[in-house]
């Protein structure tokens, strides 16, 4: 995939990662996709052919995905569920079950790194500290917490200054 030269522009010493499992987690790989998650792709395409075994874990897949997986790259499916009441999804549900899905794959699989960042980021950094495991955390922010705030739903507007503290949890802020 073209783009970005993270080997330029990335300080990513990749000399010391090999035999190292990296994984990223997408959340709704569906229907929200952006910029944000063709990063993700492409970062990952990229740690992958430099030969680093590499994964995507999505929180549940529902139909055809929106990107062609590249060789080399696994994808995990979790099946979290979506809880609904009256017929009607629960809104933040599928987040909250998704962080115990993906803390017990990590308990199960311990990649030695996850990579997250926006919303399903924060969803991911629950998730592996939930966990007992030494999986290192990178939270990848693409977009600043005020820009997120003046975009989101009241419910994540409420919650973002929670959110915000998660940060201090993750290994590493990019």
């Not at 009441?85 to 115990?100: C, D, E, I, R, T």
């Not at 997120?148 to 929670?162: C, K």
Request: hydrophobic letters at 45%.
């Amino acid at each position: 995939m073209g783009g970005y030269n993270f080997e330029r522009k990335g300080h990513l010493e990749v000399s010391e990662m090999g035999g190292k499992r990296i994984a990223t987690f997408l959340l709704h790989p569906n229907t929200w996709w952006g910029g944000a998650q063709i990063a993700y792709l492409r970062l990952i395409t990229w740690l992958a052919q430099k030969g680093i075994s590499s994964e995507i874990i999505v929180a549940r897949v529902d139909g055809d995905l929106p990107f062609r997986l590249p060789d080399g790259i696994a994808l995990t499916d979790l099946r979290a569920p979506v809880v609904k009441v009256k017929g009607k999804p629960v809104s933040g549900m599928l987040a909250l079950v998704s962080a115990f899905k993906l803390a017990q794959y990590l308990r199960h699989k311990r990649p030695d790194v996850l990579i997250g960042g926006g919303y399903d980021g924060w969803v991911a950094l629950l998730g592996s500290k939930l966990t007992a495991t030494s999986t290192r955390f990178i939270f990848w922010e693409q977009a600043s917490l005020m820009a997120r705030r003046r975009h989101a739903s009241s419910l994540r507007e409420f919650l973002a200054p929670s959110f915000a503290r998660l940060y201090r949890r993750a290994d590493v802020l990019v």
